[in-house]
């Protein structure tokens, strides 16, 4: 059975810096395109960033363009998110998610939940002011 498993999760001060990881049991991650999804409370969950199957492209939402880094270590089988100068208004639940395994498809649909076929249970970030 898949599981995708996020840590590295928790508090920090506004302008900090984090990591989030997501590991996978049953899933290659070299095979699929990789994303970051988020939900802020009383919000629906919006797409952060991705990671195109071949890897030769990533996605971003507006808001974190040139603070966030998507990567993947083929060899870990694991999915990173790394997050600088965070905002309070990055506060949020952080979702791994993988799918479209083997294919590539336009820029617009690696923004989108129904790319993805598989989840994670989140990971807390909350950023302080």
């Known amino acids: 059975q898949v599981q995708l498993v996020e840590s590295g999760g928790g508090l920090v001060q506004a302008g900090g810096s984090l990591s989030l990881s997501c590991a996978a049991s049953?899933?290659?991650?070299?095979?699929?395109?990789v994303g970051w999804f988020r939900q802020a409370p009383g919000k629906a969950r919006e797409f952060v960033a991705a990671?195109?199957?071949?890897?030769?492209?990533?996605y971003y939402t507006d808001s974190v363009k040139g603070r966030f880094a998507i990567s993947r270590d083929n060899a870990k089988n694991t999915v990173a998110l790394q997050m600088n100068s965070l905002k309070p208004e990055d506060t949020a639940v952080y979702y791994c998610?993988?799918?479209?395994?083997?294919?590539?498809?336009?820029?617009?649909?690696?923004?989108?939940?129904?790319?993805?076929?598989?989840w994670g249970q989140g990971t807390q970030v909350t950023v302080s002011s």
């Open positions: 998610a993988a799918g479209a395994k083997g294919k590539s498809y336009r820029a617009s649909s690696y923004y989108t939940e129904r790319l993805y076929d598989y």
């Open positions: 990671l195109s199957w071949s890897g030769a492209n990533t």
């Open positions: 049953e899933l290659s991650f070299g095979a699929y395109a």
